[in-house]
């Protein structure tokens, strides 16, 4: 790796911007939000905000101190879950 490659983000061939910039990876951006306050938006109008502790290849996520939003309330506080990644829209750090 050279010097002018360091902190720079990791390019996938077809993950360009608009401005011909590289995107980063979405598994490496993830990786950068564990421990940080993240929203998951799932099918169904439902939604999870909490801390990222964990996820997998497959977009399944573990969230502590979660909140579980259903049509913009809050219906209930978990102490830990786990969404499963065919239900996520999207997850945004």
Same mark, same amino acid.
């Given at each position: 790796m050279n010097k002018s490659s360091v902190g720079k983000a990791l390019c996938i061939a077809p993950l360009y911007g608009k401005s011909g910039d590289c995107l980063q990876k979405p598994l490496? !951006?993830?990786?950068?939000?564990? @421990?940080?306050? !993240?929203?998951?938006?799932?099918?169904?109008?439902?939604? =999870?905000? &909490?801390?990222?502790? &964990? =996820?997998?290849?497959?977009? @399944? $996520?573990?969230?502590?101190?979660?909140?579980? !939003? $259903? @049509? &913009?309330?809050?219906?209930?506080?978990?102490?830990q879950t786990i969404v499963r990644g065919d239900n996520v829209i999207y997850i945004s750090p």
């Open positions: 490496a !951006v993830l990786n950068k939000a564990i @421990n940080q306050q !993240v929203i998951v938006e799932l099918k169904a109008k439902r939604s =999870y905000r &909490g801390i990222l502790e &964990g =996820y997998d290849p497959h977009m @399944n $996520i573990v969230l502590k101190n979660a909140e579980e !939003v $259903i @049509n &913009g309330s809050v219906t209930r506080k978990l102490e």
